[in-house]
T-cell receptor, first 107, second 121 residues
Framework: AIQMTQSPSSLSASVGDRVTITCRASQDITGDLAWYQQKPGRAPKLLIH???TLQSGVPSRFSGSGSGTDFSLTISGLQPEDSATYYC?????????FGQGTELEIK | QVQLVESGGDVVQPGRSLRLSCAVSGFSFSDHAMHWVRQAPGKGLEWVAV??????????ADSVKGRFSISRDNSKNTLYLQMNSLRSEDTATYYCAKDRVTFGIGEIDYWGQGILVTVAS
């Protein structure tokens, strides 16, 4: 199975900051990478699919980039409501695999 | 709007079986693959299984292969997860989830609210 190594596992930032979360795949996953946001007690929400395509309704401060094995999610201009755990997902090969998650705290 | 409602969660003893259901509405169920994803208490997300839109292709996580099966009834807009030989490590919130792609298999775009399965003696 493809392993997705996500970093950092947690981070703390202030409103207005720019933060980047990375995911590294154990093999080339081409463009089959999605990002999800999960708030406590809630189901995950799709933010970005196909590396960089913003899901409808997601604020433009979220962006994704990368190729091959290295990918990133960037949040520009952090808002208080961005406090959540973020996960990457590779949907290139079965079994699909998630990164371990990054817990983002807004100071 | 898209709605996915899981049911069937329970407390079960190790080795027993349980079937989860997911009733969907708000989209053309028969056009989309469907997934199950689980999350153990306080842990991250684990993809469990996917079934194609026609129901003729299924894929599983290694951790559940041979014990879990996935099925769907397109006439009832319902997805199922049959879980056999349950283990304590299967304790989790199970999410039913819709695939974003039409007539294919891609990533998940909508999730149910989740249902808790507890495996304990």
């Amino acid at each position: 199975a493809i392993q997705m190594t996500q970093s950092p596992s947690s981070l703390s930032a202030s409103v207005g900051d720019r933060v980047t979360i990375t995911c590294r795949a154990s093999q080339d996953i081409t463009g089959d990478l999605a990002w999800y946001q999960q708030k406590p007690g809630r189901a995950p929400k799709l933010l970005i699919h196909s590396v960089s395509t913003l899901q409808s309704g997601v604020p433009s401060r979220f962006s994704g980039s990368g190729s091959g094995t290295d990918f990133s999610l960037t949040i520009s201009g952090l808002q208080p409501e961005d406090s959540a755990t973020y996960y990457c997902l590779q949907d290139c090969n079965y079994p699909y695999t998630f990164g371990q998650g990054t817990e983002l705290e807004i100071k | 709007q898209v709605q996915l409602v899981e049911s069937g969660g329970d407390v079960v003893q190790p080795g027993r079986s349980l079937r989860l259901s997911c009733a969907v509405s708000g989209f053309s169920f028969s056009d989309h693959a469907m997934h199950w994803v689980r999350q153990a208490p306080g842990k991250g997300l684990e993809w469990v299984a996917v079934i194609s839109y026609k129901g003729n292709n299924e894929y599983f996580a290694d951790s559940v292969k041979g014990r879990f099966s996935i099925s769907r009834d397109n006439s009832k807009n319902t997805l199922y997860l049959q879980m056999n030989s349950l283990r304590s490590e299967d304790t989790a919130t199970y999410y039913c989830a819709k695939d974003r792609v039409t007539f294919g298999i891609g990533e998940i775009d909508y999730w149910g609210q989740g249902i808790l399965v507890t495996v304990a003696s």
